[in-house]
């Protein structure tokens, strides 16, 4: 039973780094998914408060995804339809043009939901950068936590 649960959490833990890129899975909560069931296996003695933080950060990493986006549109003066094109772009970006796609996409969609909503270019430039930034920012916080949580799966299931 014991290897069962280790290829759910490994594939769990993978599925959480692809979720820190792919918009529409939840990075951090499937990569501590993952840590959690190998804790319940006879190779993970994880710490419990070790759980607790990581459980936290991943449920703080993930609300933050979606405010990190929103609120650096608005703060460079975009409106709901950048960020909806940044998300959309990324979409995009991630299928045309692997793997730069990721990084370009949400900024070219961001600038194009901002010429549909009646910006001139440099509103809608600006406000591009703002949705780019706060999907930077998303993105890196869900890798830290991701990378933490697969650093302590590897590290219990290999190393110790």
């Known amino acids: ?10 594939i769990l833990i993978v599925l959480g780094l692809l979720g820190c890129i792919l918009p529409v899975i939840p ?22 408060d ?7 950060a ?5 609300a933050l995804d979606y405010v990190f986006p929103i609120w650096a549109t608005k703060r ?4 709901k339809r950048g960020v909806w ?4 772009g990324l979409v995009v970006g991630l ?12 900024f070219v969609g961001a600038f194009i939901g901002e010429v549909t909503a009646n910006q001139n270019q440099r509103s809608a430039l600006k406000s591009a950068f703002g ?6 920012l998303g993105t890196g916080l869900k890798f830290a936590v991701s990378g933490v949580t697969t650093y302590y799966f590897v590290k219990e299931l290999f190393l110790r």
């Not at 039973?1 to 490994?10: E, G, H, P, S, T």
């Open 1 to 10: 039973m014991d290897y069962i649960l280790i290829i759910v959490a490994a």
């Open 27 to 48: 990075g951090p909560p499937l990569s501590f998914g993952g840590l959690l069931i190998l804790h319940f296996t006879r190779w993970g003695a994880i710490n419990s």
């Open 95 to 106: 299928f045309l043009f692997p793997p730069f796609g990721i990084i370009i996409g949400p």
């Open 58 to 62: 991943a449920a703080v990493a993930t």
């Open 85 to 88: 094109g940044s998300t959309i």
């Open 131 to 136: 949705s780019f930034v706060g999907f930077l």
């Open 76 to 79: 460079f003066g975009g409106s």
């Open 50 to 56: 070790l759980l607790l933080w990581l459980g936290i």
